[in-house]
């Protein structure tokens, strides 16, 4: 079965780092652009970070500076590395690919989510 694993989410206080980890699973021929989303309580999902199969990144500006993303092609693997977090970083963050599957194409798929907290 094909599917986005994310990992590394916990708590942590202000000004403290996490690096997210996101690992695609199963039969996969490839992975074209990939990307980090957030979505924080009572609001809507938001883009903050991607990266293209080539490594080409767009930060968003509430993360500029302190979120950095990444990929290891060979791996099916992007992270996140996320500094100098503040309270408002606080959301269940997903990771978001475009892979290439065997007689299927193209698709589209989430993972499930890992939560990120911080304290103040």
């Known amino acids: 079965q094909v599917r986005l694993v994310e990992s590394g989410g916990g708590m942590v206080q202000a000004g403290g780092s996490l690096r997210l980890s996101c690992v695609g699973f199963?039969?996969?021929?490839?992975?074209?652009?990939m990307a980090w989303y957030r979505q924080a309580p009572g609001k809507e999902r938001e883009l903050i970070a991607k990266?293209?199969?080539?490594?080409?990144?767009t930060i968003e500006d509430s993360v500029k500076g302190r979120f950095t993303i990444s990929r290891l092609n060979a791996k099916n693997t992007m992270y996140l590395q996320m500094n100098s977090l503040q309270p408002e970083d606080t959301a269940v963050y997903y990771c978001?690919?475009?892979?290439?599957?065997?007689?299927?194409?193209?698709?589209?798929?989430w993972g499930q989510g890992t939560q990120v907290t911080v304290s103040s």
């Open positions: 978001n690919a475009l892979l290439w599957l065997p007689q299927i194409g193209r698709v589209d798929r």
């Open positions: 199963g039969s996969i021929i490839s992975i074209d652009d």
């Open positions: 990266i293209t199969r080539g490594g080409t990144t």
